[in-house]
């Protein structure tokens, strides 16, 4: 009797390393500062103009400066943090935003406001680009995109407290509420910076700067097996340019000063790059520029005066459907950090994109219907509402946190953190141009015809996303550079293969000939 062929089993999943998920969740929550500053905007705005007898344009540029003056912190984060680390740059983030918040929260006139949102701007970007680079550098292979995922998940979170803020403090007098919604963003960083210093330092930054030591333990902690750590710990040395053979003590005489401090990075990305860096690059920026110029911004800060012109004349009412907005963000989110390392970056992003372009089509066609017939229809207003929470969660189950995932993992060892600054950069460049300009543009073309603009500009992003964003899931950090130069040498690759198999079929043809 013969025996049955055993079967292979297949390898055990590795269980979720809930030090690195710790890890990545303290550094993410970061990213509440930037959710609840813009969010509690949407409301404070509509009391800050009564109070303060400003004009739709003054209220413009404030609710939107804030994301240029985060430029400024993102593009000092990159260096920063290669110079005092990854750790300590989310405190002095902390720090920033707490001084930012309690100003604008004191502030006694529009002068010392605006000054209050360019110190917040500053700690935003300082917390925006530090967090997911801290994440991805922290997380194993297995729950990258899980882990790289939670500074968006804490971004939605940001949003909700902001929208539920300005519900709460709605009933307090006109001069009260709006410095109270803004002051309670002060609270968040006191605890943040508390619970950063229980963190350990990016392994990747400590090998920079030649503390093998140090690296090996938090790799221990942090990766799914021993065998697992010592060949991260392996490619890390190799990235950095240090042989594998090298002992810890004499590491310090393979890295130079100004590589450890990131000098050097600025010119290899945009004077001298690479092919596959220029790649790296385009991706990135094309990347975080579509994220923000499909609109999510303008529709997360102006929510109440969209619901205004869909026909919610309440200010109660058009909070309370900001509070439902916040919810659909939020919970959406949380299905994609499950899904980012099963189902992979693309599949999710191009289905993120395409329900946005849907979502955005039918809430600029029910605005359109709306301003025709000059009242509001019970069914147009509800089309209107579920629209926006369909676009909202859209963006959350793929575009949000994709964007900062991407760009965290795809720049070189050497060149993340100046490289994951510019998308960030980027990011908030975007964000404040269609911030600070949609008031003005439904005024020129109407609210319809800003959201088929943005509708445009979502299917473009779409296009850009199939043809030029590769897959990065399951791949380690260290193999992102392979990846591009692959993908930058598709048609060579497919040209060459094409030429192979007709060698193949022509050997074959003769062969049997012989026969």
Request: glycine share 10%; charged share 15%.
């Amino acid at each position: 009797m013969e025996q049955a062929p055993a079967v292979k089993a297949s390898p055990a999943k590795p269980r979720r390393n809930y030090y690195a998920l710790g890890c990545s969740i303290l550094a993410s929550m970061t990213s509440v500062v930037l959710g609840y500053d813009v969010a509690v905007m949407s409301g404070a705005n509509m009391y800050i103009k009564d109070d303060l007898k400003i004009s739709d344009t003054q209220i413009e540029i404030l609710s939107g400066i804030i994301n240029l003056y985060s430029i400024i912190g993102s593009i000092a984060a990159g260096r920063t943090s290669d110079w005092i680390g990854r750790r300590n740059t989310m405190i002095l983030a902390c720090a920033i935003f707490f001084t930012g918040a309690l100003t604008m929260g004191l502030a006694p006139s529009y002068a010392v406001l605006m000054v209050g949102r360019f110190v917040a701007g500053i700690g935003v970007g300082y917390a925006l680009m530090i967090a997911p680079v801290y994440a991805a550098e922290v997380a194993p292979s297995s729950s990258r995109g899980f882990l790289s995922s939670f500074p968006e998940v804490f971004i939605n979170f940001g949003v909700l407290l902001g929208y539920v803020s300005n519900f709460a403090f709605n009933g307090l007098p006109a001069h009260l509420n709006w410095r109270v919604m803004l002051a309670v963003g002060a609270v968040p960083p006191v605890f943040l910076s508390a619970g950063v210093l229980f963190m350990p330092e990016s392994p990747r930054w400590l090998v920079i700067r030649g503390r093998i030591g140090e690296a090996k333990e938090v790799l221990r902690k942090t990766s799914d097996t021993p065998a697992e750590a010592e060949l991260r710990l392996a490619a890390i040395k190799e990235a950095a340019g240090i042989p594998p053979d090298c002992a810890d003590d004499d590491v310090a005489a393979w890295i130079p000063k100004r590589r450890s401090r990131g000098e050097g990075v600025w010119k290899e990305l945009l004077v001298r790059p690479t092919p596959v860096v220029r790649r790296i690059l385009f991706a990135a920026l094309g990347l975080q520029f579509f994220q923000q110029a499909s609109g999510i911004d303008s529709v997360v800060l102006y929510s109440p005066t969209i619901f205004e012109k869909a026909g919610l004349q309440s200010k109660t009412q058009r909070l309370g459907a900001t509070v439902a907005v916040g919810f659909s963000k939020t919970s959406c989110i949380l299905v994609a950090t499950f899904l980012l390392d099963r189902v992979g970056r693309r599949p999710l992003l191009l289905s993120s994109a395409g329900g946005m372009v849907a979502s955005l089509l039918t809430l600029a066609s029910c605005l359109r219907a709306i301003e025709r017939q000059g009242e509001a229809a019970t069914w147009a207003v509800v089309l209107c509402i579920v629209t926006e929470l369909t676009f909202v969660g859209s963006f959350s189950i793929g575009l949000g946190p994709i964007a900062w995932v991407y760009c965290s993992e795809i720049f070189p060892l050497r060149l993340r953190a100046q490289g994951a600054s510019l998308g960030a950069a980027m990011n908030r460049l975007m964000s404040g141009a269609v911030t600070m300009s949609f008031l003005s543009l439904y005024k020129a073309i109407s609210i319809a015809g800003s959201f088929y603009l943005y509708a445009g500009i979502a299917a473009a992003g779409w296009l850009f996303f199939f043809i030029f964003l590769p897959e990065t899931r399951g791949r380690s950090l260290e193999d992102m550079e392979e990846l591009f130069g692959k993908k930058g040498k598709a048609a060579e690759i497919q040209k060459g293969g094409i030429e192979m198999a007709n060698e193949d079929a022509k050997a074959n043809v003769i062969v049997i000939g012989r026969d």
